[in-house]
């Protein structure tokens, strides 16, 4: 959060896209639909079951970078987007 505050718009925007590029994949995102949308038991299962029992390493993992997949900010400026 804090390294957050000083990071341009597009490194932010760099930064969603790799956390959420990640989350998607893993098995709380789905049990959060699960628990609030399709059960409406608002009862999840979360793997692991506690925020003090993720691993370090896991919360890097959401950060790191993507490669080649990794998002890039459009270019706006660019001659294909004039639409006068």
């Given at each position: 959060?804090?390294?957050?505050?000083g990071l341009s718009f597009d490194a932010c925007m760099q930064t969603e896209f790799?956390?959420?590029s990640r989350?998607?994949?893993?098995?709380?995102?789905?049990?959060g639909v699960?628990?609030?949308i399709v059960d409406k038991d608002n009862?999840?299962?979360w793997r692991p079951?506690?925020?003090a029992q993720v691993p370090d390493?896991?919360?890097e993992r959401h950060f790191a970078p993507?490669?080649?997949d990794d998002w890039v900010a459009p270019n706006l400026d660019g001659p294909n987007l004039d639409r006068a």
């Open positions: 959060m804090r390294t957050g505050a790799r956390i959420v989350i998607v994949h893993g098995h709380d995102f789905y049990e699960r628990a609030v009862a999840p299962r079951a506690t925020l390493e896991e919360i993507l490669g080649n």
